[in-house]
């Protein structure tokens, strides 16, 4: 069984910092590119970051660059998203998704930012 879990969302004033994990197993993580997304409320869902199954390719939407980054620790399945300089428009629900042919998502993890 296919399982992504993300965690470490959470309230952060603006221009705080969060870190977010996502745990994956039931798959051959190493295989898969990763992919964190967000969902604010009312508004599509937005691609944030993308890394590569062995982490040397990193793309970055033009809202987070600079500020998020991606990275991935394929001997403990999972894949993490730095969040610095965060803003009120960050806010969202933050979901991890594995991609290799097959693809799958995680359940989110709420992201506040708000003073």
């Known amino acids: 069984q296919v399982q992504l879990v993300e965690s470490g969302g959470g309230l952060v004033q603006p221009g705080g910092s969060l870190r977010l994990s996502c745990l994956a197993s039931?798959?051959?993580?190493?295989?898969?590119?990763m992919t964190w997304y967000r969902q604010a409320p009312g508004k599509e869902r937005e691609r944030v970051a993308v890394?590569?199954?062995?982490?040397?390719?990193?793309i970055y939407a033009d809202s987070v660059k600079g500020r998020f980054t991606i990275s991935r620790d394929n001997a403990k399945s999972t894949v993490y998203l730095q969040m610095n300089s965060l803003k009120p428009e960050d806010t969202a629900v933050y979901y991890c998704?594995?991609?290799?042919?097959?693809?799958?998502w995680g359940k989110g993890t709420l992201v506040t930012v708000s003073s």
């Open positions: 890394i590569s199954s062995v982490g040397g390719v990193t």
């Open positions: 039931g798959i051959t993580f190493s295989s898969y590119a």
């Open positions: 998704n594995a991609r290799w042919g097959m693809e799958y």
